[in-house]
């Protein structure tokens, strides 16, 4: 199993750009995850799905965010547009009621 | 709503042991553990699952009182690979949202 794959794993963009975030889940998994991660604030939950269904966005800071799922190998997260406070590490993780496995994060750099 | 976590750093040598606690201030239907070393993402320990269920991951264990929503992770006789950061992670009911902690820096020296 190759695990959960993100992309990319490093972005620099420039203020106003839109950013977009992709994860494949590991297959057979029904949950995801987008989390952002910085020193301040920590491991931060961003919106999550089940079955491809979003269940609670609640921590999706901004209208600028986005997230989609629309199969159950795919999900996107979207800025538009984004701004410096943007920066961090965006993770996605997927599992079951046994655990999470996380991707390998893309660090977001928007200058 | 976030669970909290106790102590926040410890530093040990090789072969000490150390406790991470993990409190909720809401019910708990499962407490996850996870371990993340600088630069990588979490990697998922254990899951816990009733209250009162204790599991074991090695020399790395953990313990749930579901009454006292509390979570604690042990860690006996450590080794130098056991230093990174330890988050705990809490669903308050079945198919719900895994919020973590803010962590634990755990470093062992030799």
């Known amino acids: 199993d190759a695990g959960v794959i993100q992309s990319p794993r490093h972005e620099v963009t420039e203020m106003g750009q839109e950013v977009t975030l992709r994860c494949k889940p590991i297959?057979?998994?029904?949950?995801l995850f987008w989390y952002r991660q910085t020193m301040m604030r920590g491991l931060e939950l961003l919106i999550y799905?089940?079955?491809?269904?979003?269940?609670?966005d609640s921590g999706m800071p901004e209208d600028r965010f986005s997230a989609k799922m629309p199969n159950a190998s795919f999900s996107t997260l979207k800025i538009q547009p984004s701004e410096p406070r943007d920066s961090a590490v965006y993770f996605c993780a997927s599992g079951w009621i046994g655990g999470y496995t996380f991707g390998s994060g893309t660090r977001l750099t928007v200058v | 709503q976030q669970p909290v976590q106790s102590p926040q750093a410890v530093i040990l040598r090789e072969g000490e042991d150390a406790v991470i606690n993990c409190s909720s201030s809401k019910a708990l239907y499962s407490v996850h553990w996870y371990r993340q070393k600088h630069g990588e993402a979490p990697v998922f320990l254990m899951i816990l699952l009733k209250g009162g269920e204790q599991k074991g991951h090695e020399k790395i264990s953990a313990s749930f009182n579901e009454k006292k929503q509390q979570s604690s992770l042990y860690l006996t006789a450590s080794q130098l690979s056991y230093s990174g950061t330890y988050f705990c992670g809490t669903v308050n009911n079945q198919g719900g949202k895994l919020i973590f902690g803010q962590g634990t820096e755990l470093s062992v020296k030799p």
């Open positions: 799905f089940n079955n491809n269904v979003p269940i609670d």
């Open positions: 297959s057979g998994h029904n949950s």
